[in-house]
């Protein structure tokens, strides 16, 4: 069983950076892909950036492609998600996940954290 905490949310101007983070309990994160999704209010989760196991492979939503960095640290058990250059359609509450493989779809995903709220000003 793998227990997620995510932190670093808050509020900030359009333009500005956050960077997230999500430490595990429980088990070691090295051998489980990761993964950060959001959902704002009235929408579905949708998927944001993904890390492969061995931290080779990373993916992101065009929507963040090239602002949000998506790294971790299997040493500190953590994984980080930075946001930089943020828009107010940024704006949600970012769930981490680990699960089996690095993909777009939350069902790849077995565990979750109970969500950070990130709010961009305009």
């Known amino acids: 069983q793998v227990q997620l905490v995510e932190s670093g949310g808050g509020l900030v101007q359009a333009g500005g950076s956050l960077r997230l983070s999500c430490e595990a309990s429980?088990?070691?994160?090295?051998?489980?892909?990761m993964g950060w999704f959001r959902q704002a209010p009235g929408k579905e989760r949708e998927f944001v950036a993904a890390i492969s196991w061995s931290g080779k492979t990373t993916s992101y939503a065009d929507s963040v492609k090239g602002r949000f960095t998506i790294s971790r640290d299997d040493a500190k058990n953590t994984v980080y998600l930075q946001m930089n250059s943020l828009k107010p359609e940024d704006t949600a509450v970012y769930y981490c996940?680990?699960?089996?493989?690095?993909?777009?779809?939350?069902?790849?995903?077995?565990?979750w954290g109970q969500g950070t709220q990130v709010t961009v000003s305009s």
């Open positions: 996940a680990a699960g089996g493989r690095a993909h777009y779809t939350a069902a790849a995903y077995n565990y």
């Open positions: 429980g088990r070691t994160l090295s051998t489980y892909a």
